[in-house]
């Protein structure tokens, strides 16, 4: 017989979580500060309150292990799109061909929110505070546009205004994500522009200059610092993101606890580690405190682009124009450009710094798949459960299956549990290759890595002054 309360669990609306986990107080390694690559010295807060919003700013180097959420953005995000749904993936399951109990397979579906992933969880945070505090226009960067959809729509609530720089070669490649952004009114450049002194010299040229995750980051820093009144955003890697992030993982905790079940490994993808942290965190604070010691917290990276699994862990830029902040952190170095794989989300030099110290001392690890096993795994899912996931996902998905199987043959009982980040609707292009048998896998040599990591403009901080 089904027990009906075990196939979707569902929270009831007041059950949305009242705060954010803020694990930084709890980190087994002290948090280090972001340094101004002006300087090569911490960020004096008013520079950071300069650029990003204030109450993220000071939620960023918050030593506060519980923030509350305010009622106001609870009620948003009740009468919007939370708590979103865990499944027990029973028809995957079944393909799999795990039979009862023994072995169980859950996800978070993330997919369901207006824009198709878990951004907006903080994409609407930071355009509630903007708002509460006056800012009239929020500036961002986007390759794939799953940020930028995410902070348009949250902008378009809050009614404030939004640029959104989006990489020329993603503008030109996903007309679909520039058309729902302008739908949420917002303004969107295909960068390198001439608006920017950033953007200028690449512009004049080459008009048709496809562009880098860096130079739009920098353009869209440039324009924030023009207004008082504008604000620059990040959909990912900084604390204060992870922070607003957490509202998943405390969900899923809740709804574990409804059915009774303890996870053994935690699954997610990673690119900045903004949806494997807020899925993580409060069970990895949980862990740092003594509770379920055993739990696996697993993130999975692309072979194209695997910064925790073959970068290094030191000091470097947040971004290839080293205008954005130097963080500490795993890093395949600023000057490294990832091979054009379909998960864009992914394709990041860096990974936020919680998850760095949290891989550095162990409490958690990294794997590494490749795109044609991962987007094989995604099809798997779409046949299955009916979800087609965003190709950022899809490292989850093959994880998970691939952790199944082994439990399977290793006749183990083990409660997996991944977070799907996001549906695939907008890049439905990297299954049709995968169909066609066009699609073709990356991997990054060491040597490459190793050029990348010594190049001489890698920033040195004394780490001896704070
Ligand atoms: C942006 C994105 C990611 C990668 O970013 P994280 O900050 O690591 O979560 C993963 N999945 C989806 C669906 C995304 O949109």
Known sequence: MIDFNKTRILLE?????????NIVPDLPAPMTPLINPMDGKPAPPELAFAIFPKECVLQEVSQEPLIPIPDELREIFVKTYRPTPLHRAYFLEKELGISGDDIKIFFKNESVSPTGSHKPNTALTQAYYSKRDGVTELI?????????????????????NCTVYMVRASFLQKPGRKILM????????ASPTNLTDSGKAYYESDPNHPGSLGIAISEA????????????????????????????GQ???????????????LIGCMGGGSNLGGFMIPFARDKLHGVNPDLEIVGVEPRACPSVTKGNYRWDYGDSAKKAPILKMHTLGHNFIP?????GGLRYHGMAPIISILSNKKIMTSIMHHQTEVISSGLIFAKTEGIIPAPETAHAVKEAIDQALLAKENNEKKNIVFCLSGHGFFDLLAYKE??????VDYELPNEEIQKALSASDMPEVDETRF
């Not at 302008?182 to 450049?189: D, F």
């Not at 440039?222 to 890697?237: P, Q």
């Not at 995968?434 to 699609?439: I, K, R």
């Open 140 to 160: 961002t960067e986007t390759g794939a546009g799953q940020w930028g959809s995410a902070l348009s729509y949250g902008c378009c609530m809050f009614d404030i």
């Open 221 to 248: 820093v440039e324009h924030s610092l023009r207004s008082d009144t504008a604000r620059y955003s990040l959909g990912s890697v900084v604390n204060f993101v992870l922070l607003h992030q957490t509202i998943i």
């Open 434 to 439: 995968y169909m066609d048998g066009n699609l």
């Open 182 to 189: 302008q739908a949420y009114n917002a303004q969107v450049h």
């Open 339 to 343: 091979s054009p794989i379909h998960a």
């Open 13 to 21: 609306p007041n059950e949305i979580p009242k705060e954010w986990v």
């Open 251 to 265: 969900e899923v905790k809740a709804q574990l606890n409804k059915i009774g079940v303890q996870p053994d490994v």
